[in-house]
């Protein structure tokens, strides 16, 4: 089992619709969740944290933790065609950060 | 201005060369890391360090060496082992421990083997 999985193939919704896009991870002593948007030929940059149970939301994003089924989750919600861009999962545990695949988000006018 | 330097941008590399790439940063964090990302793909985890003068291999450190002599700096090394080193190399630091763990990247050296 991968230590961050991201399955969902790539993603296409209208302008103003929601996007949801999941992660699960394989270690249950992980202690930190982020989300990462990257931009085609970009580095990575942080847009969601997530330490504890529950959900958190920051203007438009809203992450979700479990950790009982180690499942981390994002919401974008009034889509934009300037989030068209890849996610990329990340958890941190054992002093090291791992990431999943990404999602390429692809948001349609 | 604080943040992270990666150098160069751009990186051409000819068969059985060894080349380094560097990162510096002046945020003081104790963590740093270096991935490797290929097309439509995700970061893997190449080498990280927690503190001055000790790393450890992540899970593609094969080809690869670095150093933190310093905690402002983390170089990575391509040797000739690595076989298939053309990829885009980002740099990332971080805090140690709870929240501090957020981790800011680099903007990146895109190796090319000519």
């Known amino acids: 089992q991968k230590e961050v999985e991201q399955n969902s193939g790539p993603l296409s919704v209208p302008e103003g619709a929601i996007a949801s896009l999941n992660c699960t991870y394989s270690?249950?002593?992980?202690?930190?969740f982020f989300w990462y948007r990257q931009y085609s030929g970009k580095s990575p940059e942080l847009i969601m944290s997530i330490y504890s149970n529950g959900d958190k939301e920051d203007g438009r994003f809203t992450a979700q933790l479990n950790k009982a089924s180690q499942y981390v989750s994002l919401l974008i919600r009034d889509s934009q065609p300037s989030d068209s861009a890849t996610y990329l999962c990340?958890?941190?545990?054992?002093?090291?950060?791992?990431f999943g695949k990404g999602n390429q988000v692809v948001v349609i006018p | 201005d604080g943040g992270i330097t990666q150098s160069p941008k751009y990186l051409f590399r000819k068969e059985g060369q060894n080349v380094t790439l560097s990162c510096e940063q002046n945020l003081n964090h104790d963590a740093m890391y270096w991935y490797r990302q290929d097309p439509g793909q995700g970061l893997r985890l190449i080498y990280y360090s927690q503190i001055v003068n000790d790393f450890q291999k992540g899970d593609i450190a094969e080809g690869y060496s670095v150093s933190r002599e310093k905690k402002e700096s983390f170089p990575l090394t391509v040797t000739s082992a690595q076989k298939n080193p053309t990829a885009f190399y980002l740099c990332?630091?971080?805090?140690?421990?709870?929240?501090?763990?957020?981790?800011?990247f680099g903007q990146g050296t895109r190796l090319t083997v000519v």
């Open positions: 270690d249950r002593v992980s202690q930190s």
């Open positions: 990332a630091t971080s805090g140690r421990g709870g929240e501090n763990t957020e981790a800011f």
């Open positions: 990340a958890v941190y545990g054992n002093n090291r950060l791992a």
